[in-house]
């Protein structure tokens, strides 16, 4: 093996670009979410941001700790991917009506929204261009064993 091939078990998922772009992620969500509470915007700008907040956490979690393939059951990244579309869409429509607001925080929260929808069609690009590249999952068979 060469020792300028990584393989998925000496590269950590937070050393990756996946990890980076969900920690991003992460980052702008609670931003806006901070924004829309100091701004005291309607209740569902705080929920939908605090609910994204909690589930981009726990995948953080789920991958750092390897969860994914203990709990092998589950199709993971097809779940990521879902998660991150549907995100996108209630993110675009909250951040869009945070925008017409004349709340300065609340305009704030609604641009860090925006930016964080962003990020999760790049985590789920990312995602599904690994599902294109590697569809047989992380566990390869080795060519000497066929």
């Known amino acids: ?12 998922f937070h ?7 969900k920690m991003l992620r992460l980052g702008l969500t609670v931003t806006s979410m ?18 994204e907040v909690t589930v981009v956490f726990f995948f953080i979690i789920l991958y750092m700790l390897r969860l ?15 998660n ?20 300065t925080f609340t305009v704030l929260g609604g641009v860090f929204g925006l930016l964080a929808v962003v990020c999760c069609i ?8 690994k599902l294109l590249l590697n569809p047989s999952g992380p566990f390869q068979k080795s060519p000497d064993k066929i």
């Open 68 to 82: 994914d393939r203990v709990i092998n059951f589950i199709f993971w990244p097809l779940l990521d991917i879902i």
């Open 84 to 103: 991150s579309l549907i995100t996108a869409i209630f993110m675009i429509i909250i951040s869009v009506l945070a925008l017409t607001s004349e709340n």
């Open 15 to 21: 050393f990756s670009v996946k990890a980076l772009v």
């Open 34 to 51: 901070t924004f829309f509470i100091i701004s005291q915007a309607p209740e569902p700008y705080i929920v939908i941001t605090g609910f």
């Open 1 to 12: 093996m060469s020792a300028l091939k990584l393989t998925q078990e000496q590269h950590p």
């Open 122 to 129: 790049a985590d789920a690009a990312l995602i599904y261009r």
